[in-house]
């Protein structure tokens, strides 16, 4: 698809159904295909951290959360569809994992919290295999022991909760010792599911 820059960083320019389209397509061309979904302030961060940027770009879809993205754009006389919340992406994600019969890795979040989220998202999405969950507070050294446990899952979906920097650096650093299909960075979604 058609990608535009705005301050240096490049986003999809697709709507929800577009998005999830190409979220699905990984499925079939295994991965993982890494999806990132920065928002104004993020897009700000990232001019001044350079790891982020890289990651950022370095994803393979890269959608735009919030109004704030979606106006900059306009401004500068670029257009997106309009926002793409990450929130809603992972709902819609979910959703089609209850449907085909995938399984989810929840990665991120204070101890506890990808447990309760888990519980959350089974009566939400009632047929949905948590495949594994870890809360996300855990240093470079332990790094290749969170990843095994990953591929041991057998998980399809990775979601990591461990906010900006971390959650996009972690994908792309990774990337190529991931068995998943699809891993996608969620910031603060598994509090607000764990409620
Ligand atoms: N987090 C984590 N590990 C860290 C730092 C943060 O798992 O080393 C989690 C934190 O518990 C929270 C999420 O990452 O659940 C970050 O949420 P925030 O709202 O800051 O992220 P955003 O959605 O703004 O990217």
Known sequence: TQKIKIMGILLDRVDYDR?????????????P??????NAEIIMAARKNEKLKEAVNGADL???????????????????????????????????????????????????????AAGSIKVKFPGIKIAG???????????????????????????VAMGAPKQEIFMIKNRNKLHCSIAMGVGGSLDVLAG
Do not use: W
């Open 33 to 38: 295909g890494v999806i990132v979904t920065p």
């Open 133 to 159: 969950t870890h809360h996300g507070y855990f240093d470079e050294n332990g790094e290749g022991q969170i990843i095994d446990m990953i591929n041991k899952s057998g998980a399809h979906i990775l979601l």
């Open 62 to 116: 890269c959608f735009p959360d919030g109004i704030g993205v979606v106006l900059a754009a306009r401004i500068i006389g670029k257009s997106l569809y309009g926002r793409t919340a990450g929130f809603d992406l992972m709902t819609q994600m979910l959703d089609m994992a209850a449907r085909r019969n995938l399984s989810v890795f929840l990665l991120g979040g204070k101890p506890g919290v990808a447990e309760e």
């Open 19 to 31: 998005a999830l389209q190409k979220i699905e397509r990984f499925l079939e061309t295994g991965g």
